[in-house]
């Protein structure tokens, strides 16, 4: 068993819920080995950071447009079966889904897997009107379990003996109650929460979240519906995929500035053999040794683009090593850094590293949804022809569109057509949609193939006599009786 977290609309509290939930669990778990286990559902990547933060473990998108059904309840099964606890945060109001339909929507999801529902509702502005909502919700579609309901943002106790009163004849378990003075805020800018990595208060919020998780809801109900069953064997993630052979070592921008990464994406090179290998961009000069491979996720390029633009050494090592043909993935952020500049939000224009034959701006319009995008030309991902699906999340536009686009894109709906997107030759893949490999393991297969293809830059052997001019220490090589130095 595992608990579903909805809410009645965006921004009703579901992620605050979740969030406390989460935070008294791991705040009471006992034995420590009792695993805290979350899901969201949709592409969204800032929330999961969030969760991680918490429960010490990668947060899990259960995602069937990015993904499929079947991959949905595989990844749900293989993460809930070694865990004590499950919760699964919702996206949007219940019904909310890919345009229209209540496809990918928290409802889809709850039926697919089963699960029971806790509606977390914002009665900042309801009394009576509460009972009406939640007889909507209960009865729209009789194929869920309404589990009990949240009542968030209660005012005063003559408010909350009003929403009982009205909820009474439903018969319904409330299983927490929220008062306005409770509220927690997180900060946010253009494309939703700060980033956990980025709040120094954040120890602070998660120890308040703890405290109204333990104090605001009713365990007795809540810890049955939140408790995983036990399963006598774990199923396969990825099911039978075959290590790439060399173990490719890829490179991994991981800093404030690339932080967007679907965990699944990374188990998935792991499974194949690659050795990941974090590094940053902001900070580090260049990235490691004998790397066959670059990987740059999404994230805020556009927050940190003065301190990118001045590294320009690490610049000059990516520019070097895509012009060496190394395999290249880049999405999103990972775009827009190897683009020729950014102008931030400010009007401020900073260098990157000038990979790509364009430049990005920043703006206030929002490019979001769901995508179909069928490939133009082959790169060190797709083959020609071959369509996969992604999303899109972004407020910035690029100054010129390639004349070789990698992709054509038509939106999930029909609002979105066609649209020529994407850079990529065989050694190069970059384009702002987001993709979870999961259900499309080949996808990596073909990247990591790639990487293993190209020769990788070998450190250089010096002769004795010039590591002494130099004044570089000598190692011994024993076996042969030779000094040796590799730099």
């Not at 939930?21 to 791991?26: C, I, R």
């Not at 190897?338 to 034959?357: E, Y």
């Amino acid at each position: 068993m595992a608990l579903v977290i909805a809410g009645d609309r965006s921004g009703s509290g579901k992620t605050t819920v979740t969030l406390a939930l989460l935070a008294a669990l791991a705040q009471r778990r006992s034995p420590s080995s009792q695993r805290v286990q979350s899901f969201k559902v949709g592409p969204d990547y800032i929330d999961p950071m969030f969760h991680q933060r918490i429960t010490g473990l990668p947060c899990r998108n259960l995602d069937p447009v990015l993904t499929s059904e079947d991959y949905v309840r595989t990844c749900f099964a293989h993460h809930a079966s070694t865990a004590a606890y499950a919760i699964v945060e919702g996206v949007m109001g219940l019904f909310d889904g890919a345009g229209a339909s209540e496809t990918a929507s928290t409802a889809h999801i709850a039926r697919l897997l089963n699960l029971p529902v806790a509606l977390v509702l914002d009665c900042s502005r309801l009394s009576r009107s509460v009972a009406a909502i939640i007889h909507g919700y209960r009865s729209f579609d009789p194929r869920l379990t309404i589990a009990g309901v949240v009542l968030n943002r209660v005012g005063s106790d003559r408010h909350l003996a009003l929403l009982k009163e009205a909820i009474a004849p439903l018969n319904i378990p409330i299983l927490g109650v929220l008062r306005r003075q409770d509220e927690i805020q997180i900060r946010d800018r253009h494309l939703g929460l700060v980033p956990v990595g980025e709040l120094p208060e954040s120890q602070q919020i998660f120890s308040r979240l703890a405290t109204l998780g333990a104090t605001c809801f009713d365990w007795t109900v809540l810890e049955p519906l939140l408790r995983c069953s036990e399963v006598s064997s774990i199923p396969s993630l990825f099911g039978s995929v075959e290590p790439v052979s060399g173990r490719p070592r890829v490179a991994i921008a991981q800093d404030d500035a690339f932080n967007f990464y679907y965990a699944d994406n990374l188990d998935l090179l792991n499974a194949l053999g690659a050795d990941l290998v974090p590094w940053s961009p902001l900070r580090d000069s260049t990235f490691p040794d004998e790397i066959h491979g670059l990987y740059f996720g999404g994230g805020f390029p556009e927050i940190f683009a003065a301190e990118l633009s001045n590294n320009k050494n690490a610049l000059q090592a990516v520019r070097s090593a895509i012009q060496r043909g190394i395999p290249t993935y880049a999405e999103c952020g990972g775009l827009m850094y190897l683009c020729q500049r950014i102008q931030d939000f400010d009007r401020n224009t900073w260098s990157m590293a000038g990979v790509l034959s364009t430049s990005v701006v920043m703006g206030d319009r929002l490019t979001l949804g769901y995508r179909e995008a069928t490939a133009q030309r082959e790169t060190c991902l797709v083959i020609p022809q071959e369509t996969v699906r992604g999303h899109e999340f972004h407020r910035s536009r690029l100054t010129d569109v390639p004349s070789e686009p990698l992709y054509h894109l038509n939106g999930y709906t029909q609002d979105h057509v066609d649209v020529p997107e994407g850079w990529g030759d065989r050694s190069l893949h970059a384009s702002y949609v987001h993709l979870h490999w999961g259900a499309r393991p080949e996808l990596a297969v073909r990247f990591l193939r790639r990487c293993m293809a190209i020769p990788i830059k070998k450190k250089r052997l010096k002769s004795l006599s010039s590591t002494l001019q130099n004044s570089y220490p000598i190692k011994t090589c024993i076996t042969t009786g030779l000094c040796m130095l590799f730099d």
